[in-house]
């Protein structure tokens, strides 16, 4: 039978053959035949590349409590533990973004809770050690625009980005000087990407000088560092925004306004949005993909005592994992492939929530935990992973 099939298709390719080298004959004096039957490549194969982007990383004492455990002799946390089962997926992207709710202290400056804010909020910041953790899970960049990015002053901005920038980490958001808060551009396989970061509210205020944090407030920042951007040869712009209406399902009016207008004015490729601490879903404003809310990354919420923290939903976030690629017309198609990340209570890990209920081998505890948090986000966010 497979020797049949084989001399048959032997036998069509013959006459295939034939049939091209008849037409291609001059068919009179002087005329000449078509180009050369043998295939071409009419463009070149689009270029392309991945980016993940997990939400809100809040040092909370939970949070602290359990990396200060896991620590070795003589370090103070090492996060890198809690953080262990989704770096497989971190360290697969071509560009792994974190988001840095909460200000870096100075090395042995104190972490977690640093006082209340002049509104009354809590001032809360992360441990030197951080920085250095998360590039050992994979990340190689981090957003800091947010509400707490104040919470330290302009010192805070300072060592945040100095502990960044120790761990090899590059940064958007906050800035030292005019120039820093500029877009810049990284090269991601051969492709100009800009990651800007901004925050529509402060618990501490917005500094004296803007450019020290970048603002939402309205559209205009966002549309005008997108064409600086684009001036300055960015071929793809990702834009994360920090809102401030919290524990709600679905955007608000006023955020999804304002996402339409700058996807309107400035068409960026791909826009994630923090803050709202739970999940919420991903669609598609005129072309631009959106991703309404990560939820948590990790925190020390979903448990008694927290008030409105204490909402279980706080346990659940998204890992955006979006592959680019270049269409002949120069546009990037964007696909998304959104990974459920659960926050466990009791240790704190972060797990890939679908792909580890598949394990026969976890423990029961884990595998009810993972459940209640694949029972609540399936019915909010299409297609998790």
Known sequence: MR???ALAVVGCVCALLAASTAAAEPSGPGESGPPSVLAQ?????????????????????????????LAPSGVRYDYEPLLRPISGIVQSADLAICHMETPIGAPGAVVGM????PYGSNLIAAAAELPGDLRRVGFDRCTTASNHAYDLGVDGIRTTLEA???AGLSHSGTARTELEALPQLLTVNGVQVANLSFARNSNSGFPRDAWRLRQAVTAANVVNDVALARAAGAEVVIVSLHVYVEMQKAPTADDRALVQQIVAQAHPDLIIIHGPHVVQPVERVNGTLVYWSLGNFISGMGVAGRNKYSDTRTLDGLLASVRFTEQPDGSWRTEPWTVLLCNVTGSRMVYPGLTTLQDPSISTTLRAQLTACVNRSAPVVADLK
């Open 3 to 5: 020797a049949a099939r």
């Open 41 to 69: 490549r009419l463009e070149p194969p689009g270029r392309t590349f991945t980016v993940a982007a997990v939400g809100d990383f809040l040092s909370e004492g939970l949070v602290n409590n359990a990396a200060h455990a």
């Open 114 to 117: 640093a006082g209340k804010g």
């Open 164 to 166: 960044l920038d120790g």
